[in-house]
């Protein structure tokens, strides 16, 4: 196909040289978003049977548990995919959904914020318990 032909493809020459859509992203946002999915079945099936487990003992055995490495890495693991799944979500609602260019701005900064200020504190608490500080 020449230049000058009509192409059949919605994107722009531009979109086709950088591999993007027409809503100017990659194929990256999507994969991560299925990846984070497909990793959050076995973190999120071994939360609960984590949780599971603790229901009815006490508290120093609870700390004992969730102080050692195996299950911290886990929860590290489990916390840290699950906010960036969250982060990823969220943003394509919000820019599906929310047309008005300042709020759409402020809602994914907030996003990002929340999304962030959730991780850190999962991920504190977890290395507090793991570190017995």
């Known amino acids: ?14 979109g ?10 990659g194929t990256k946002h999507f994969w991560h978003q299925r990846l984070t999915s497909v990793a959050l079945v076995p973190l999120t099936i071994g939360a609960v049977i984590l949780v599971l487990s603790l229901m009815g003992r006490n508290h120093a055995a609870v700390v004992q548990i969730l102080g050692s490495t195996a299950v911290a890495i886990g ?9 960036y799944h969250m982060w990823l979500g969220m943003q394509v ?4 959904y929310v047309h008005d260019e300042l709020p759409k701005i402020a809602m994914l900064m907030g ?15 977890i290395l507090k318990l793991s570190f017995g500080l």
């Not at 040289?17 to 992203?25: D, F, N, P, Q």
């Not at 609602?93 to 599906?96: K, T």
């Not at 990002?112 to 200020?117: D, L, P, Q, R």
């Open 111 to 125: 996003n990002t914020f929340f999304s962030c200020a959730v991780a850190l504190t999962a991920v504190f608490a």
């Open 1 to 14: 196909m020449s230049d000058h032909e009509p192409s059949s493809s919605m994107r722009t020459p531009m």
């Open 93 to 96: 609602i919000i820019e599906d």
């Open 75 to 83: 929860l590290l693991l489990f916390v840290l995919v699950s906010a």
């Open 16 to 25: 086709r040289v950088r591999h993007l859509g027409a809503a100017h992203a």
